[in-house]
């Protein structure tokens, strides 16, 4: 169905487009099998989002997702978030398969206790690619592209392409975001 994308935008801002994009979007199959897993088993009963059922997060109180950021993780198996010292992803970010976002070292003294530090913060319109995995206190600026297998050990701006182990950049890319309105944070300065 075509609409003017002026009326798609009035229509995602009201209660019912929300409700579209993150419940409709996913396949019922699936959306059935994670709220079985994780709020019948009780796997991650305190999220407030939809998750795979493979996936887990820990310290889900210190995760903040941006608006449609819950579909990829519902549709995005085998993840993995340690949110110890806050996890923040911004607007329209995707994850791919096996993604690890871990944002604390356990303490050298006390292996049950985490060290503090900075949080990790990823932008807006990010991509993680298949088994990328987040190392604590990182920032990603918006639309950085993360590829497979990356080990991000260290901050990137805006559109960078990274990729390694440990992750450099490879490339840039033009950062394209939707206009603003009233539910989307500032861009980066990118």
């Known amino acids: 169905m075509f609409l003017p994308m002026r009326i798609k935008k ?15 979007q996913v396949p019922f199959g699936l959306r059935f099998l994670n709220f079985l897993v994780h709020r019948i088993l009780r796997v991650t009963p305190s999220a407030q989002w939809g998750i795979n059922f493979t996936s887990r997060v820990a310290v889900p109180g210190n995760l903040h997702l941006g608006r449609g950021v819950d ?38 003294d006390k292996m049950d206790e985490s060290e503090p530090g900075p949080p990790i913060r990823i932008g807006r319109r990010c991509w993680l690619g298949a088994n990328a995995v987040i190392l604590p206190g990182v920032e990603l600026g918006d639309c950085v592209i993360v590829g497979a297998g990356a080990v991000v050990t260290k901050s990137f701006p805006s559109g960078s392409i990274v990729a390694g182990v440990p992750a450099s950049v490879i490339g840039t890319r033009r950062i394209v975001l939707p206009e603003q309105d009233d539910q989307s944070a500032p861009a980066d300065g990118g």
Not at 79 to 97: K, S, T
């Open 10 to 24: 009035r229509i995602r801002n009201t209660a019912f487009g929300r409700w579209y994009i993150n419940y409709v």
């Open 71 to 108: 579909r990829s993780l519902a549709a995005s198996g085998s993840c993995y978030i340690q949110a110890h010292n806050g996890v923040y992803i911004g607007d329209e970010a995707l994850f791919a398969p096996g993604v690890k976002i871990i944002s604390a070292n356990h303490s050298l």
